[in-house]
């Protein structure tokens, strides 16, 4: 009987612990690291590119997507993933255009997509 006391008392502190477990390292779990993509000017991550200057909310011209990296998302087999693109656009007709970075989330190749994140990482050069 004390052994079963034993087992019983570890069965609990571990289920403790395993609850008191941080959801966002949970959640981390299912992310794969971010790779490089081989071919930024592939015509699916330049639409993808296209596509968050045209949500990001602020009229611009997409120019293209300079480099990408990919993340999947749920597990090596699901074709969902989180796109970080480079982008290469211009806020207003005559600017010189400035670099952003975008994340995108696309679940099985599919749409709808959705726009994570969007932010100027520079500004344009202003000739004087």
Not at 55 to 68: H, I, L
């Amino acid at each position: 009987m004390r052994t079963f006391h034993v087992v019983a008392i570890a069965v609990a502190a571990a289920f403790v612990l395993c609850a008191a477990a941080s959801p966002a390292a949970a959640e981390d779990r299912f992310l794969c690291n971010w790779r490089r993509v081989a071919d930024p000017g592939d015509p699916f991550i330049q639409s993808l590119g296209k596509w968050a200057v045209e949500r990001n909310g602020t009229p611009m011209r997409f120019d293209k997507v300079e480099s990408a990296k990919a993340q999947c998302v749920d597990d090596t087999i699901s074709k969902t993933r989180n796109y970080e693109l480079i982008i290469v656009a211009a806020t207003r007709d005559g600017e010189a255009p400035g670099r952003f970075r975008a994340v995108v989330y696309v679940e099985n190749f599919t749409q709808p997509q959705k726009l994570v994140s969007f932010e100027r990482i520079t500004r344009p050069r202003q000739d004087n």
